[in-house]
């Protein structure tokens, strides 16, 4: 999830002039063999996003020396928070510090190992999303992760190997695909078969139109297919 609001670039600026925040960059810009392993800071809680921007962004400028981060990607920051709010706080304000689309919260589960209760969908779906765009940067629209923001929940619950190489379903106007093909993938990819969308993570087959809720957006979208051409996508309101 992305989070847009005023830049506060120029309070990091500001902040660069003390010589203790800056050595925060400078040590996140060494090469990876060169860091130490325990680095800690002590800082009030506001201060706290515009640290780890810092963090971020000597990472960034440390990978072409070092020639990238160990598994030959680029680096990301994993910033552990305490509660699931925590986390959605911490990622709004990181907003206003690196670019749109360079922070993902990636939320936990709600439910209990063994509680007989399913997730939500569109948890299902920003957990999806966030490995999708570690494992793949190039495919992702909103650009490489810089910072991950995660409560401590979701960080120590099991994740399955292989999950950010499952493929999403995309469409886009003039696209041509068998729509017998698109509805197969719809249902492989988890999402329930019904006869009208009311709720995150359902489809439904009307004619040549296709009603699809995705788990991670706020409001399902109408695709209009001509034979097997995406003619028309437009967004609507659930009933």
């Known amino acids: 999830m992305s989070h847009n609001g005023p830049s506060l670039t120029g309070l990091r600026r500001v902040l660069a002039e003390d010589a203790t925040f800056a050595r925060v960059q400078a040590a996140a810009s060494r090469p990876f063999t060169a860091r130490g392993e325990d680095y800690q800071i002590s800082a009030p809680a506001g201060l ?19 020639g990238g981060a160990p598994d030959g990607g680029a680096p990301v920051v994993l910033a552990v928070t305490a509660t699931g709010r925590e986390a959605e706080d ?28 399913s997730p939500r969908s569109d948890t299902v779906g920003r ?43 995309t469409l886009s106007v003039g696209q041509e ?34 009603d699809v809720f995705p788990p991670t957006e706020d409001h399902p979208i109408r695709v209009e297919f001509f034979g097997d051409e995406v003619e028309q996508m437009r967004w609507f309101a659930v009933a």
């Open 48 to 66: 706290r996003a515009a640290l780890l921007a810092e963090m971020a962004d000597g990472l960034a400028a440390g990978s072409a020396s070092d």
């Open 177 to 210: 695909v068998p729509f017998g093909e698109v509805v197969k993938n719809l249902a492989a990819a988890a999402y329930a078969r019904v006869d009208m969308v009311t709720r995150r993570g359902e489809f439904a087959v009307r004619g040549g139109m296709l």
């Open 127 to 169: 957990r999806l999303s966030v490995l999708r765009r570690l494992a793949h940067p190039e495919a992702a629209g909103g650009g490489a992760l810089r910072v991950v923001v995660a409560p401590v929940r979701a960080v120590v619950q099991p994740i399955v190997a292989g999950l950010g190489e499952l493929v999403p379903v």
């Open 90 to 117: 911490l990622a709004a304000a990181l907003g206003a510090f690196l670019p749109a689309g360079s922070v993902a919260e990636f939320p936990s589960w709600e439910t209990l190992p063994h509680e007989r209760l």
